[in-house]
């Protein structure tokens, strides 16, 4: 019995391929359990317990990854090494070398990984050869570990911020295991003061934490995974259903999407506060954007921010002119599609996103003209939502071709007669996407106002809604683990 017994714990703290670790799952919150009063022991203790997280960070990089943390790691020791060297450099050409070499590095990691096979890919079909892809697995959270290690060294290169005295406290900064494997994206500037500076989490904050958690949770194991359950049937199979449902299919991903990583970044932000530190807000309601610039000021913030501040910016951003602004837009745009996956059609989203913001800058100033009326706000709304619902069917799709037949299929095959069925057979999915669409209706600080009434309530009913909560998601889960979307990422 012993022995089985720790046979079945060293099964579970083991990292299993079919099994990454999810902040959704019960394996992670029984260590997180165990990991949080540690931390706080430790909390009046620098060293110890910046040590200590790094150890819980790499283990949890470990089980959703497995071997890789020792890339990481790499990581983590090139390029704080590099930064230590950089400050000690006095030639411009000397700190340009040793800038050169980290960002090499990290891209070309990046590159093997995540874009080696699908640049053979397209170079065997110009030549015409028999071409065998490599053996590769994408590293999870790579892009985002990648683009915060950039972010760092190009900030140290320009004198934004001083490289850390230690590789633990790099370490930390890079490896924080709540924004480690999905964002939000951690910038050294906005994160690494909180790191000299130790705050202890006050009631309000680990409360406000808690609430934080429970969205996420709600967000992502609730809604996202109930309603994927009708949109895989819809992209796995494409052009098998009618116009009316494929619709429906692309409505619900749109709202997936949405809620998954949304709630992944809730979550992130929330066991973030329980500990003491804030991470930046990565979403903000962007269904309510009007137009695509909008919409990318509310969707994946960090990302946004990041590719302004990293790539647009640095090739001249709107300081040379109407028409280098647009390409730049479409530049940056274009580099957004292709930090989501190695694929054609990630190229062509990102494409026609930078397309469509060139479009609306160009048009915004005859759209000025028509006011502000609630027609013009619904017709603005309507159109930018069916263009970014549309070009989500190329995010999710297995390929350009699926992506044009489903979209097509809306088109040739609509019958609004589908919707009476539809509703008598989708009852709850139809109810949960309109919790989602109710929440971008409501006023912009009711979730604030929910918030502070959480943190206000007696420690029985935060107990209930808890406990609810958990029950919500026992009762909705489906058989099969639902990985984050943008674990792939």
Known sequence: MLT???????????????????????????????FLPLYALLRGRRLQM?????????????????????????????????????????????????????LATSLGILCYFKYANFFLW???AMVAGNFQPLDLILPVGISFYTFQSISYIIDVYKGRVKPTSTWLEY????????????????????????????????????WVGLWMIMLGVIKKAIIADYIAQYNDLIFDSPGTYSGFETLMGIMGYTMQIYCDFSGYSDMAIGIALIMGFRLARNFNFPYKSQNLTD???????????????????PLGGNRRGTARTYVN???????????????????????????????????????????????????????TMSFVAALWVFFRADSATAAITIIGR?????????????????????????????SHCLPAGFWNRAAMWFVRTPWIVKLL?????IQCVVELRSSDVMPFIYFQF
């Open 329 to 383: 837009n479409f530049a940056t745009m274009l580099i957004g599609g292709l930090w989501h996956g190695a694929a054609w059609r990630f190229v062509f989203w990102g494409a026609m996103h930078g397309a469509g913001l060139a479009v609306h800058k160009a048009g915004k100033p005859y759209m000025d003209r028509l006011g502000n009326s609630w027609p013009v706000k619904a017709l603005c709304w309507l159109v």
């Open 171 to 206: 370490a930390f900064f890079l490896s924080f295991f709540p924004a480690l494997v999905a964002g939000p994206i951690v910038r050294a500037d906005y994160f690494l003061p909180q790191l000299e500076k130790p705050h202890h989490a006050t009631r309000r904050e680990i």
């Open 122 to 124: 397209n170079i065997n």
């Open 50 to 102: 910046v040590a200590f997280v790094v150890a819980f960070s790499l283990y949890f990089y470990y089980k959703s990854s497995g071997l890789f943390v020792m890339l990481l790691l790499m990581t983590s020791l090139v390029d704080w090494g590099l930064s230590r060297l950089l400050v000690r450099l006095r030639t411009r050409t000397a700190r340009r070398v040793c800038a050169g070499i980290s």
């Open 465 to 469: 809604l808890f406990l609810l909560t």
């Open 410 to 438: 809306v088109f040739t095959d609509f019958d609004i007669a589908y919707a009476a069925p539809f509703a008598a057979a989708r009852t709850l999915w139809l109810i949960l996407m309109a919790l989602i669409v109710i």
């Open 4 to 34: 089985e017994f720790l046979h079945n714990i060293g099964h579970h703290l083991s990292y299993s391929p079919g099994e990454p670790m999810l902040f959704s799952s019960g394996t992670f919150w029984a260590l997180f359990m165990v």
């Open 295 to 313: 919409f990318w000021r509310r969707w994946h913030i960090s990302l946004s921010m990041w590719l302004r501040d990293y790539v647009y910016i």
